[in-house]
């Protein structure tokens, strides 16, 4: 009924990392070119930072998207939430296409299997890409030394792989801490929010995205969604959302500053209780 309500084929600001969406801002653009560059120059480390909500996870999607149309890549993602060096690699290698790798195999038997994987890729001039999301989340030297391991596999011409870390602002602390890591990093690209007109646009986008033929918020409703989420894209899409499902309980046709206010009330307790406990990618 909500859809229907609104003329929509799709939720519009549901958030979710989902491509049909991308909305091509000067820091999102910005962004992809400069991974796109670290992949295809065939770089050792990429670096994709941000605050929490800037549309990080969103930028990696489309790059591996991008990648998979393109052909020649192998592509693995891994989220921060590793802990154990031994693993770490182990889930790499089978994300990275090793076949028949038992749990508990023997560290030099991993590295052994990984590097002639890496190596048969090669020579089918398929380039591997591993991309670790959340990677601000991964606090143990010991994965990191793990990782570092993993670029010194040598290629024909270079690293045997690209490592993509993407992650909220201490990232750069966790990198900079790994002796040696550091010097790896080629490329580092930081998304920032969206400026007010181009939250504006974001929002317009969104809804076309989704089937509108027409804005559905007023200027001043957008103005205020814009001015209140700091333009963020997580913070839009929150906001955004609940004016809409507010608007549509009250059989509205359209979506004014008072019920962007009633959604803000909502919407700002549930930040500032994240704020105090959520992490910062």
């Known amino acids: 009924m909500y859809l229907d309500h609104w003329k929509l084929r799709l939720r519009p600001f549901r958030d979710a990392p989902d ?20 992949v295809d120059e065939r770089l050792a480390v990429a670096l994709l930072t941000g605050p929490f909500g800037s549309g990080k996870t969103l930028v990696l999607r489309a790059l591996l ?12 993602v891994l989220t921060g939430r590793l802990t154990d060096p031994a693993e770490t690699v182990l889930a790499a290698a089978r994300a990275l296409g090793v076949e028949d790798l038992a749990d508990g195999v023997s560290e030099e038997r991993l590295r052994g299997r990984l590097e002639e994987h890496l190596g048969a890729l090669a020579a089918e001039s398929t380039r591997p890409v591993l991309v670790i999301d959340d990677a601000q989340a991964v606090d143990s030297p010991a994965v990191w030394e793990a990782l570092r391991g993993m670029l010194a596999i040598p290629g024909a011409d270079g690293p045997a792989l690209t490592l993509i870390l993407s992650g909220g602002p201490q990232l750069l602390e966790r990198v900079a801490a790994v002796p040696g890591f550091g ?10 929010p969206l400026s007010d007109e181009e939250s504006l646009d974001y929002i317009l986008h969104r809804l076309a995205c989704a089937g509108s033929a027409s804005g559905i918020f007023t200027r001043r409703a957008a103005e205020d969604i814009a001015r209140l989420s700091g333009g963020l894209p997580s913070r839009i899409n929150h906001l955004a959302d609940l004016a ?10 359209a979506v004014g500053p008072e019920v962007v206010a009633m959604a803000a009330k909502e919407a700002t307790a549930v930040w500032s209780g ?6 910062a990618g």
Do not use: I, M
């Open 19 to 38: 491509t049909r969406f991308f909305f091509h801002s000067g820091t999102h653009d910005a962004a992809l070119a400069e991974l796109l560059y670290a």
């Open 183 to 192: 010097e790896r990093v080629r490329v580092c690209t930081t998304l920032v």
């Open 244 to 253: 809409l499902a507010a608007a549509f309980g009250l059989g509205l046709k």
């Open 65 to 76: 998207g991008g990648l998979s149309g393109a052909g020649g890549y192998r592509t693995a």
């Open 274 to 279: 994240a704020a105090r406990g959520a992490p």
